[in-house]
């Protein structure tokens, strides 16, 4: 299974790495205990060894005796604990446990060299059998006897299980543990990859330039290089819009002559020429215009601008410009309300705005600001102008088009400022005023 979260990722391998261990542990200790319960085994069925010897003798007759063994189970049928005496060419003397059974215990030609063996007793029954040969006598007279003691094979492995139960149980409780303990390492060990995260966020929408640190040393590396990057990024198309910005001013003078040029002709009755001479001038600023909108489209958008400076700014410069009557200006923006929209941006947006409203306006011009519940802020401009009727409300958006060619202008402006608006995913809404002229709305998501 293929998943793209390093969370996921690294607590599956932690639990494969844990449980891997984990196995191999339940191996490795089942096998250490097996062999040391199979020594300790061994340890007690040699000092009953000993005191297996210690109790033999021979009796007068010559047949071979032992007397009994101080351990109870040796008297108890299939007890699981079991002697015998064997002399090669004589009869066998065994405990009691073994009632009537045996097993075959090969002599072994060093004397008093113990033997550990696994055989199978006569009945099929595994068993650990620990014994020696011994020497009784000089001479002729010497007799070698094999000693041996047993006990099933079956204690050693039954031992085995429970502990193999009782400590896989306690692994099982480890596995859950060690998986949490994994699990929470991962979260912090993630903590600076959220926090770069986090600060990037804060990078694309304005609230910061950079990323600031401080950042683990495994991090700081990517947060240069990423800063380094912004930095080289925000120099190049900063140069790109001064060369745009440069072109547009330099083609302006030209422009403004060729209008100057066609108002002439028309006053010598050229209309049709001073007709073609303003399509090609309106051309001109719209492919202008476009390139400055793919410009800005692409400026890095790190600027959190307070929208109530711009705007007094904006509209002192335009109470200044001329008109027949007076008019009022309303303004009742939000000291604290931001924009992620650039300064430049801003002024020329609602300079534009503010213009259109002046020419229109019959007597006010309002601008204000409001934040909804689901946090999208925005800024309206209404006038008591004339109005834009529903059915030409896109009409006014498109470039070059003057609902009246009698008022000064190109028919750009609209068609400019809903350019910016969408190069910085803001909604360009326009809807009639309650004042009786246009209202334009420019609404963006807050953060």
């Known amino acids: 299974m293929k998943t793209s979260s390093l969370s996921v990722r690294l607590i599956l391998l932690a639990c494969l790495s844990i449980s891997l261990a984990l196995i191999a542990t339940t191996f490795v200790l089942n096998a250490l205990f097996h062999d040391f319960f199979e020594e300790r085994i061994f340890s007690e069925l040699d000092r009953e060894l000993i005191q297996l010897t210690a109790n033999l003798s021979i009796e007068q007759d010559g047949n071979l005796s032992v007397e009994p063994l101080a351990n109870p189970r040796f008297n108890a049928p299939f007890s699981g604990l079991y002697w015998q005496a064997v002399e090669p060419g004589k009869h066998a003397v065994t405990s009691r446990s073994l009632w009537g059974g045996g097993y075959d215990f090969p002599p072994n030609p060093i004397a008093g060299q113990r033997d550990r063996l696994e055989i199978d007793s006569k009945q099929g029954i595994p068993l650990l059998v620990i014994g020696w040969t011994i020497l009784i006598g000089e001479g002729d007279e010497q007799r070698a006897i094999t000693l041996s003691v047993a006990t099933p094979e079956s204690e050693v492995d039954e031992a085995t299980a429970r502990f193999r139960s009782a400590f896989i149980l306690w692994l099982a409780l480890m596995f859950v543990g060690l998986i949490i303990a994994s699990w929470v390492q991962v979260r912090l060990g993630l903590v600076p990859l959220e926090t770069l995260r986090k600060k990037v966020e804060q990078v694309r929408s304005g609230a910061e330039d950079k990323l600031e640190g401080p950042f683990p040393s495994e991090v700081q590396p990517l947060a240069t290089e990423v800063n380094e990057l912004l930095t080289l990024h925000e120099t190049s198309l900063a140069d790109a819009r001064e060369r745009a910005s ?202």
């Open 246 to 447: 440069d072109l547009a001013h330099g083609l302006k003078t030209p422009l403004t002559v060729m209008q100057t040029i066609a108002r002439d002709l028309r006053k010598i009755k050229q209309d049709e020429q001073a007709d073609e001479i303003d399509t090609q001038v309106a051309s001109m600023q719209h492919y202008i215009e476009r390139e400055l909108a793919r410009v800005r489209t692409q400026m890095p958008r790190n600027a959190m601008t307070p929208i109530a400076p711009v705007v007094d700014k904006m509209v002192s410069t335009i109470r200044r410009f001329p008109r027949e009557t007076p008019l009022e200006w309303h303004v009742d923006i939000s000291d604290d309300m931001n924009t992620p929209f650039d300064e430049h941006d801003l002024s020329e947006l609602l300079g534009n705005l503010l213009d259109n409203a002046r020419k229109w306006a019959n007597s006010q011009v309002q601008i204000h600001s409001s934040t909804d519940p689901d946090g999208r802020t925005s800024i309206t401009i209404e006038d008591d102008g004339p109005g834009v009727p529903d059915e030409m409300l896109t009409t006014v958006l498109a470039r070059g088009e003057r609902l009246d060619p009698s008022v000064q202008g190109t028919g750009l402006g609209l068609a400019i400022c809903a350019d910016i608006a969408e190069s910085y995913g803001a909604d360009f809404i326009l809807a009639k005023s309650p004042l009786g002229g246009l209202s334009v709305t420019i609404m963006w998501q807050q953060g």
